[in-house]
């Protein structure tokens, strides 16, 4: 949790390849063609081959599709494609067998492998329970024989949306549930001496995804004979931006952690899009791995003893399995109040101050929210870096032409002396630390009775990642037995998810309940490596209940920054300023063109900030999942949709062109619909509108 270090598990065979061990972290996708499709498929794999993609799943829903397996096979193979393939299996356990005749992997769900998912309310006895393990394990056993006899792989994936009944009678619809589905399957398999296995914990929450991660890890590991393999991946993620952001920080908070052995990003777009947001999220990790070979890893049984033997290993500073948030004092400033219950307010910072304070009075006026104003989504408090006395008055003039804006601006300092005046122009003064920087103690007297708030930000390089919060731990316990209230903390980090983590344990441990800024500047970097750091440096700890306010900057446009951090933010399900799609990529299941479908939906509906509608191309995963949605949209079949209000089913069947009318429909008969209002177009307008209200 406070450092990187690989997870050193088995290395699994897939074809030509394999996973775990000191292998690098693998990149796959998955068709969206149907698997009867020779030539579609065949293409589309060819494609995905092209792109780089290291492994490719295709859907098998029936035996057919098994049996087709094999000519598609074939066909890459003869072509040189040696891509190891995989046979994505729901229900059919018939489709299963056949499958692992002409695959490298098979992945089994061990919510519907030997079951129908009926939705009940039926409460299991002890009795009744074991009796339907039996039944399971029955139907599981000659599949896993069969894998052991042609040397395929499987992978025991979970999905957070499509446990048994047997399941979420026991554990509920939750991580528990997920990772006690996988590891029984996982002990058949062991006890028949069968350990090519993988893992996976699939969710379209990512804060869900990322805990039965860590619970699954904390539980195989310690009870199963071997380290295994993991697979990343956030089902149902969506398209765009959102899509990525999403994918990003459910991934890469566990990428961060050192587990993950290969990773699928799910976008409602053409697979082929998946594959480079792939490998820009594992190259730092496989780079590291490169550079430190077999340094980099921590064998998992070491991991165990160490913890065995040594009381004293370093426990995260939060749950790692259950979402709380860091509780904190609440603070009131002139635009609201931070902290506590509140949610995080986001910040950005403007351009240098110039000579010129025209340049700077228009950026503040662009980057800034304005209460009831219908427009693009904007920060809420701007920061302007300020390096000596002539800018701090130069800002002074800038400040009296800002009007309502005023309240809204805060400033950077360097140099201390230059805080007591700064304090009475703005809301908030950063207080920039340097490495080996001494405070002056006066500095503590001077901010007592100001009204301003102070930020004390710890610039981070090259110390340990234990030195901001040993630095920043001194000042807040100076400043709380001064009784100073109005402060906040920040870290300028490249290791942000590191050192704020070791912060929280360090104020944990002395008391300290400042509220944090989550702060991280990406720099100018490409714009999709830009969305993955941001995502996966500050939404890694907004998903742990770390931040009070998020502080990004980036290269990219005033417009699209402001938004980078409501997405994160959203993402890690702690603030909603907008509709959330829940959409999966699709795939052979999948009879109309969803990627349409999602966008006529989205100009539909996104003007309804908080609603979560689910798009799911097929029955397999969709029910469940909208359990964590408002309202669903789920095909049924040729030409066919169902309709969902959380995860029951209340009409069947609709005409696919009557639709998207019936699930408008339904939304206003919940009284969720609002009415879209003429939107203000501006030289920024993205597509996004204003968030000021509180959620």
């Known amino acids: 949790m406070y450092g990187y270090s690989r997870r050193l598990t088995r290395e699994v065979g897939f074809g030509a390849l394999s996973l775990g061990g000191y292998q690098p972290i693998r990149v796959e996708s998955m068709t969206t063609t149907h698997t009867m499709d020779t030539e579609a498929s065949v293409e589309q794999c060819r494609r995905l081959y092209e792109a780089g993609c290291e492994i490719i799943r295709l859907t098998v829903p029936t035996e057919k599709e098994a049996e087709n397996l094999k000519t598609i096979r074939d066909r890459l193979r003869r072509d040189g494609i040696t891509t190891p393939l995989v046979a994505d299996i729901h229900f059919s356990r018939k489709a299963a067998m056949r499958a692992v005749e002409s695959v490298d992997n098979v992945r089994i769900n061990p919510g519907n492998f030997a079951n129908r998912k009926k939705f009940s309310s039926e409460d299991y006895t002890d009795k009744a329970f074991m009796a339907e393990f039996e039944k399971v394990r029955a139907e599981f056993l000659p599949l896993v024989a069969k894998a052991k006899e042609y040397g395929v792989s499987m992978r025991i994936g979970t999905n957070h949306g499509s446990l048994s009944d047997r399941m979420v009678s026991r554990y509920g619809n939750t991580p528990e549930g997920m990772v006690e589905a996988a590891l029984e399957f996982a ?304 870290i300028d980090s490249p290791a942000t998810v590191y050192v704020y983590r070791h912060l929280v344990r360090s104020f944990k441990e002395s008391g300290i309940d400042y509220p944090l800024v989550v702060r991280y500047h990406a720099g100018k970097k490409e714009r999709l490596e830009t969305l993955i750091d941001c995502a996966t440096q500050a939404g890694t700890l907004f998903c742990d209940g770390i931040g009070d306010m998020l502080a990004i900057e980036t290269g990219l446009a005033e417009g699209e920054e402001a938004n980078l951090a409501f997405n994160v933010l959203q993402a890690a399900r702690v603030r909603m300023s907008k509709t959330e799609f829940i959409s999966c990529p ?66 069947s069947n609709i005409p696919e062109e009557e639709a998207v009318d019936k699930l408008v429909e339904l939304v206003k008969l919940h009284g969720r619909w609002v009415e879209p209002v003429e939107k203000v177009t501006t030289k920024e307008d993205v597509g996004n509108r204003v968030v000021t209200s509180n959620e």
């Open 187 to 490: 002990r058949i398999c062991e006890d028949e001496g069968y350990y090519d296995i993988l893992f996976s914990m699939k969710s379209s929450n990512v804060r869900v995804m990322i805990q039965a991660y860590r619970l699954l890890v904390m539980k195989a590991d310690t009870g199963l004979r071997n380290a295994y393999p993991l697979h990343l991946g956030v089902t149902e993620a969506g398209d765009g931006d959102e899509g990525r952001i999403k994918s990003a920080m459910g991934i890469g908070a566990l990428l961060e952690e050192g587990l993950g052995d290969t990773i699928r990003v799910s976008l409602t777009e053409d697979p082929v899009n998946e594959v480079p947001v792939g490998f820009a999220l594992v190259k730092k990790y496989n780079d590291f791995q490169k550079v430190m070979g077999d340094k980099g890893h921590l064998p998992v049984n070491q991991l165990v003893e160490s913890r065995a033997a040594k009381p004293s290993f370093e426990p995260p500073p939060f749950d790692p399995v259950s979402y709380r948030r860091r509780k904190t004092d609440v603070i009131g400033f002139d635009h609201g109040e931070i902290g506590g219950n509140r949610f995080p307010i986001v910040e950005t910072t403007a351009k240098r101050l110039s000579a010129d304070g025209n340049i700077l009075l228009e950026e503040l006026q662009s980057r800034l929210a304005v209460e009831n104003s219908d427009v693009v989504i904007k920060s809420e408090l701007v920061t302007v870096p300020v390096s000596s006395i002539d800018e701090a008055v130069a800002l002074e003039s800038v400040f009296a032409k800002l009007g309502p804006y005023r309240c809204r601006v805060g400033v950077s300092a360097r140099d201390i002396s230059l805080v007591p005046r700064i304090l009475d122009i703005a809301v908030k003064v950063r207080i920039d630390i340097a490495e080996g920087e001494m405070l002056d103690t006066e500095i503590f007297e001077m901010l007592h009775d100001k009204k301003g708030l102070i930020e004390f930000c710890f610039m981070h390089e090259k110390a340990s990642e234990k030195v901001p919060a040993a630095v920043l731990s001194r000042i807040a316990l100076k400043m709380k037995k001064k009784g100073v209230r109005r402060l906040l903390f920040s």
């Open 586 to 651: 699709g795939c052979g299941r999948t009879y109309f063109e969803l990627e349409k479908i999602a966008g006529v939906i989205k100009s539909r509906m996104s003007h309804i900030k908080g609603l979560k509608i689910g798009i799911m191309g097929c029955i397999v995963n969709g029910p469940g999942e909208m359990a964590d949605a408002d309202f669903g949209y789920v095909g049924s079949g040729r030409g066919a949709v169902s309709l969902y209000v959380g995860k029951e089913c209340v009409e």
